[in-house]
């Protein structure tokens, strides 16, 4: 008969032993499942970025998604002066690897945004932006620029697309947000997503952005109308999160510098 003292620690190293097992088995299909998840979110992501640009079929499979945005130009944008720079300055080699949002909590790539002036909520900008342009024949049809800034619950992470003259949006989608389903969780909802399509940024001199969320829908014959889009039902603060996060990523510490250029053909 085993002693009491040779069972306890029989029963542990059996549970050691077990213990560490399971840890090498949990450990190597993490490893191993690593590249399919990769995979799935470079997927989503260019999903995505389709989607605001009104190119995304319905059912598209992965090898369609991936034609379609292998049209696209993928470029690293320096937001202060509007121009483009390399891979190489922001440490990468494929501008695809490049994170703006990683580097936004990076002192040395990004820049503090005064509480007086961070319409968007996100406290700290990226000095360098990731955005896809879409030519054809030589000229601009599409620029997708990423976008972020809070809402209610969480921050919206998402694309805003404009046609070739850099003002007319061509779609708005999110891809990460955590905001309430129904409420302002609707900025998922397809049919609120298509009343962006068409809406002027800028106004006539095209130096501030003017989009606006109107409470209570916007009517057939208000003011500045191409400006406008309905607010969510039952989610003010969500609708004026989304209106101050567009405004501020057009505006001149987002986008604005670069879109001026591009209209004038100096990028």
């Given at each position: 008969m085993a002693k009491p003292k040779e069972t306890v620690s029989r029963t542990l190293m059996v549970a050691l032993v077990?213990?560490?097992?399971?840890?090498?088995?949990?450990?190597?299909?993490?490893?191993?499942?690593?590249?399919?998840?990769v995979k799935n979110q470079?997927?989503?992501i260019r999903s995505n970025i389709l989607a605001a640009a009104g190119m995304l079929e319905?059912?598209?499979?992965?090898?369609?998604?991936?034609?379609?945005?292998?049209?696209?130009d993928v470029r690293l944008l320096d937001l202060d002066s509007g121009e483009y720079v390399e891979p190489q300055d922001v440490g990468v080699q494929d501008p695809m690897k490049y994170?703006?949002?990683?580097?936004?909590?990076?002192?040395?790539?990004?820049?503090?945004?005064?509480a007086s002036e961070d319409k968007a909520g996100i406290k700290r900008r990226p000095n360098v932006a990731k955005i896809f342009t879409l030519t054809e024949n030589g000229e601009l049809v599409r620029v997708v620029?990423?976008?972020?800034?809070?809402?209610?619950?969480?921050?919206?992470?998402?694309?805003?697309?404009?046609?070739?003259?850099?003002?007319?949006?061509?779609?708005?989608?999110?891809?990460?947000?955590a905001e309430t389903p129904g409420l302002g969780g609707e900025v998922d909802n397809p049919r609120w997503k298509k009343q962006w399509v068409g809406k002027e940024v800028y106004g006539e001199q095209l130096d501030e952005p003017q989009i606006r969320l109107v409470k209570g829908g916007v009517s057939a014959d208000a003011a500045d109308k191409e400006h406008k889009v309905d607010a969510l039902?039952?989610?003010?603060?969500?609708?004026?999160?989304v209106e101050q996060l567009v405004n501020y990523w057009m505006g001149d510490r987002g986008y604005e510098?670069?879109?001026?250029?591009?209209?004038q053909g100096e990028v």
């Open positions: 077990l213990s560490i097992a399971f840890s090498v088995v949990v450990s190597t299909a993490a490893v191993m499942l690593r590249p399919a998840q470079n997927l989503d319905p059912g598209a499979s992965a090898e369609e998604i991936e034609e379609a945005f292998s049209r696209f994170d703006m949002y990683k580097a936004a909590s990076d002192p040395a790539m990004s820049t503090d945004i005064p620029l990423p976008v972020h800034g809070y809402g209610l619950w969480s921050t919206l992470y998402g694309f805003v697309s404009l046609e070739g003259d850099a003002n007319t949006i061509e779609g708005l989608g999110f891809y990460d947000h039902s039952g989610a003010t603060l969500t609708s004026r999160g510098t670069y879109l001026k250029k591009l209209r």
